[in-house]
């Protein structure tokens, strides 16, 4: 009877990535053989939940949510493992400013993103995380916006891109989108839209 209830607590922690799996195989082979094909699938299951990969995103209100409340390894694995050109233009259609202008305030040349889309080839690096910034701009908005309790009739989006493309004192009298093409310039942009939320109004 001990036997039994050992050898379920083996293939209860095998099927959960518990790290105490190891220590049976020589009693029952197949439960750590069952754990080790667990490991071999976590990067899949990450990947459906927003992992390294970007197949889950989905240019949605959920999607850049994600996108800004995501852990920090995790939005640097994103930018890693490539982000397709396909999917940067759609996050950067949700802003109401034509693509043109907001490629070129990213630093990131028309006829490359329009190439490489034919064929959803990668961004590099570097293109990517400034349009990654773009959209985790877009699910800080939205964040703020559910946290002030009515978030009804609120169109994100339009707000944002509106707020992005008119002077703003706070910054110097730039434009928000002048300054999404270095990863400190968004940082900036990102901290002022927060001291919206606090009462410190741009």
Same mark, same amino acid.
């Given at each position: 009877?001990?036997?039994?209830?050992?050898?379920?607590?083996?293939?209860?922690?095998?099927?959960s +990535?518990?790290?105490g799996?190891? /220590?049976?195989?020589?009693?029952?082979?197949?439960?750590?053989?069952?754990?080790?094909?667990?490991?071999?699938?976590?990067?899949? %299951?990450?990947?459906?939940? +927003?992992?390294?990969?970007?197949?889950?995103?989905?240019?949605?209100?959920?999607?850049?949510?994600?996108?800004?409340?995501?852990?920090?390894?995790?939005?640097?694995?994103?930018?890693?493992?490539?982000?397709?050109?396909?999917?940067?233009?759609? #996050?950067?259609?949700?802003?109401?400013?034509? /693509?043109?202008?907001?490629?070129?305030?990213l630093? #990131?040349? $028309?006829?490359?993103?329009?190439?490489?889309?034919?064929?959803?080839?990668?961004?590099?690096?570097?293109?990517?995380?400034r $349009?990654? +910034?773009?959209?985790r701009?877009?699910? /800080?908005? /939205?964040?703020?916006?559910?946290?002030?309790g009515?978030?009804?009739?609120?169109?994100a989006? %339009?707000?944002?891109?509106?707020?992005?493309?008119?002077?703003?004192?706070?910054?110097?009298?730039?434009?928000?989108?002048d300054?999404?093409?270095?990863?400190?310039?968004?940082?900036?942009?990102?901290?002022?839209?927060?001291?919206?939320q606090?009462?410190?109004?741009?």
């Open positions: 009877m001990a036997r039994a209830q050992t050898t379920s607590r083996a293939g209860s922690k095998g099927l +990535g518990g790290h799996a190891s /220590q049976f195989t020589r009693k029952a082979a197949k439960p750590a053989a069952s754990a080790k094909a667990t490991v071999r699938r976590k990067p899949k %299951a990450l990947t459906a939940q +927003g992992g390294p990969s970007f197949d889950w995103f989905k240019p949605t209100q959920e999607g850049f949510v994600t996108l800004y409340t995501a852990p920090v390894l995790t939005q640097v694995a994103w930018v890693k493992s490539g982000l397709g050109a396909r999917d940067a233009k759609a #996050i950067l259609s949700q802003l109401r400013v034509p /693509q043109g202008e907001a490629l070129t305030a630093h #990131i040349p $028309v006829a490359t993103m329009n190439r490489k889309a034919k064929t959803n080839a990668s961004l590099s690096p570097a293109e990517a995380e $349009v990654l +910034g773009v959209g701009l877009l699910g /800080q908005l /939205q964040t703020m916006v559910r946290e002030s009515n978030p009804e009739g609120f169109d989006a %339009a707000w944002l891109s509106a707020w992005m493309s008119a002077p703003v004192p706070a910054l110097g009298g730039a434009r928000p989108l300054l999404m093409d270095t990863m400190t310039g968004q940082a900036l942009v990102s901290q002022v839209l927060a001291q919206m606090s009462g410190a109004y741009a």
